[in-house]
């Protein structure tokens, strides 16, 4: 910026700020391959394990010292998302910041809870005819407790 000619030290002039970028309801992200997602989902873990342990062994197991703050499992696993986004490019069109990554990292982890299938385990039933094959299946619904409801190969033959 330069200062016009006719104005001295102590003079007022008007100057033209140009306004920032905004972006207002953006939906432009980054796309992340899958293998960088599971990677970053495998280290969120192991990472989050690590704090585990390592909340233990400072609260349970060493004297906390005068004036030291308790070890806080909630504050030191978000801490990791601040190390992932050292791992990326800094002069990107959109930023990778830990909020984005912490996204990525809930949207797999809801993605493999939903494709996990029902447990289902094939046993074997003797009746008067013989040995039926009988299967349980846990039918999720709202609560904890789930009913059983057992089929055998004779529901699913068809009647001539």
């Not at 040995?131 to 190969?153: D, L």
């Amino acid at each position: 910026m330069k200062i016009p000619k006719k104005k001295s030290a102590g003079d007022k002039f008007t100057i033209v700020v140009p306004l920032p970028e905004v972006r207002i309801n953006s939906k432009a992200e980054n796309k992340i391959s899958k293998e960088c997602i599971e990677a970053l989902d495998k280290y969120s873990a192991m990472y989050d394990d690590w704090c585990q342990v390592e909340g233990k062994h400072k609260n349970g197991l060493l004297p906390i010292p005068k004036g030291a703050e308790k070890y806080k499992l909630g504050v030191e696993r978000l801490k990791k998302y601040d190390k992932m986004v050292t791992a990326f490019p800094k002069r990107l069109h959109v930023p990778v910041d830990a909020i984005f990554l912490r996204l990525v990292v809930r949207r797999r982890r809801q993605n493999q809870s939903k494709r996990r299938t029902f447990d289902v385990e094939p046993t074997t039933s003797k009746a008067k005819k013989g040995s039926e094959t009988t299967m349980e299946v846990r039918i999720p619904q709202t609560g904890r407790k789930f009913p059983v409801v057992q089929y055998n190969k004779l529901d699913f033959e068809v009647s001539t």
